[in-house]
C-alpha cells in the first residue's frame, strides 16, 4: 500500500465547477497536511497546509481533513482553467520545524474546461 | 514567501560524467534540505534529508555513492549525480525548510537533467 494515495486522473471540469481532489494516507500519526499545485515543468507551488480535523478555507480552496478516515481533500470552488494543473497531497508526520519529512501522492491531473 | 533558488534548470551530459546542482535559500537559513526527483507523470520521491553540517539521510535505495549531497552551510546544498546514465535522467527539485519556521518546505525551481 502506498503511503499516499490519490486518484491520477485526469479529471476534467467546465469552468466554474467545483472541483473535488481527494486523497488518503497510510500512516494514522500523520499530523500535517498540505496540498500543493505543480504546472507541467514547474515545481511544486504550496496551496493550502491543514493540521486537525475539519474544513479550513482560503479563497476559493478548501482543504477538508478526517484523520478517523485518514483522507484528507480539496475543494476548488468556481474553477478557472487557469487551475488546470496536476494537485499533489502531501503529508508528514511531524509536527513543529523537527525532524519529519514530507511524503507525496501521485498527484491529479485536473483539467478546467471553458 | 521564502526563496529557494536551484542551478542549473537543466543541463544535458553524456553518459559517464558528473552532474552538480546547487540548491540556495536565498533569504533564510536552513537546516534542512529535501532532494526529490520527479519522473513524468509520476509524484516526486524523496531522495535524501540534508542536514547542515552532517551526513546525508538517503532514503532506501537511492545510492548515497552514486548521489552525493553536501550541505557545508545554512544556506547552500549540492547534489552531485555521478557517473550519470540515461536512466538517472528525471526532474531534479530540492526543497528547504527554514530554521525557525513551521514545516512548510519552500521548493527550488527544479532541475531537468537529461543523459544521452
Known amino acids: 500500500q502506498k503511503e499516499v494515495e490519490q486518484n491520477s486522473g485526469p479529471l476534467s471540469v467546465p469552468e466554474g465547477a467545483i472541483a473535488s481532489l481527494n486523497c488518503t494516507y497510510s500512516d494514522r500519526v500523520s499530523q500535517s497536511f498540505f496540498w500543493y499545485r505543480q504546472y507541467s515543468g514547474k515545481s511544486p507551488e504550496l496551496i493550502m497546509s491543514i493540521y486537525s480535523n475539519g474544513d479550513k478555507e482560503d479563497g476559493r480552496f478548501t482543504a477538508q481533513l478526517n484523520k478517523a478516515s485518514q483522507y484528507v481533500s480539496l475543494l476548488i470552488r468556481d474553477s478557472q482553467p487557469s487551475d488546470s494543473a496536476t494537485y499533489l497531497c502531501?503529508?508528514?508526520?511531524?509536527?513543529?520545524?523537527?525532524?519529519?519529512?514530507?511524503?507525496f501522492g501521485q498527484g491529479t491531473e485536473l483539467s478546467v474546461k471553458p | 514567501g521564502a526563496v529557494v533558488s536551484q542551478h542549473p534548470s537543466r543541463v544535458i551530459c553524456k553518459s559517464g560524467t558528473s552532474v552538480k546542482i546547487e540548491c540556495r535559500s536565498l533569504?533564510?537559513?536552513?537546516?534542512?534540505m529535501f532532494w526529490y526527483r520527479q519522473f513524468p507523470k509520476q509524484s516526486l520521491m524523496l531522495m535524501a534529508t540534508?542536514?547542515?553540517?552532517?551526513?546525508?539521510?538517503?532514503e532506501q535505495g537511492v545510492e548515497k555513492d552514486k548521489f552525493l549531497i553536501n550541505h557545508a552551510s545554512l544556506t547552500l546544498s549540492t547534489l552531485t549525480v555521478t557517473s550519470a546514465h540515461p536512466e538517472d535522467s528525471s526532474f531534479y527539485i530540492c526543497s528547504a525548510r527554514e530554521v525557525e519556521g513551521y514545516e512548510k518546505l519552500f521548493f527550488g525551481s527544479g532541475t531537468q537533467l537529461s543523459v544521452l
Open positions: 502531501a503529508v508528514n508526520n511531524h509536527r513543529g520545524n523537527q525532524g519529519g519529512k514530507l511524503i
Open positions: 540534508s542536514n547542515e553540517g552532517s551526513k546525508a539521510t538517503y
Open positions: 533569504d533564510f537559513q536552513a537546516t534542512t
